[in-house]
């Protein structure tokens, strides 16, 4: 069905749709579009969704108990990635993300590509213009086994 749009009326006129108001997008939406962002990125992994497999291939008990040790010191200092802070004047921003890497992802290409990555998304979906974007690849992640048991 097309669309319509009335004519104005006589002595209406029509605003130009950049002057009938403004967005405010605020500073937790910045964070929630970077953080989103980057996690967005082949190589990059959600802690949550890593933490079974801090250990890999190692099943010894030792292991099992250190993961979970990790695990739960990572939850009592807030330690989940991707983490996004950012700095903001008017429509500028400047925006710091923590990632976590899939062992061997080379840090300065995955850096590099979350840096694109976020700043596209940002200034896409937030209108704002990022002046810097530095990444910290803060932990890496084995790569959980692919088949079953092995005997």
Avoid at 49 to 65: F, I, K, L, M, P
Avoid at 141 to 148: A, H, K, L, T, Y
């Amino acid at each position: 069905m097309p669309t319509t749009v009335a004519p104005p009326r006589p002595g209406e006129t029509t605003a130009d749709p950049g002057d009938r108001g403004r967005l405010v997008v605020a500073d937790r939406v910045v964070v929630r579009v970077a953080a989103a962002a980057a996690a967005t990125v082949p190589g990059s992994v959600r802690t949550r969704d890593a933490d079974a497999a801090r250990t890999g291939a190692d099943r010894s008990v030792g292991a099992r108990v250190g993961a979970r040790v990790g695990t739960a010191v990572d939850s009592v200092l807030n330690r989940s990635y991707p983490v996004a802070e950012c700095t903001r004047a008017g429509n500028r921003v400047r925006v710091g993300v923590q990632v976590a890497a899939q062992w061997p992802t080379p840090a300065a290409d995955l850096a590099a590509r979350v840096r694109t990555e976020v700043v596209d998304q940002l200034s896409r979906l937030a209108g704002v213009v990022v002046d810097s974007c530095d990444v910290t690849v803060a932990d890496y992640v084995r790569s959980r086994p692919r088949g079953g048991r092995v005997s």
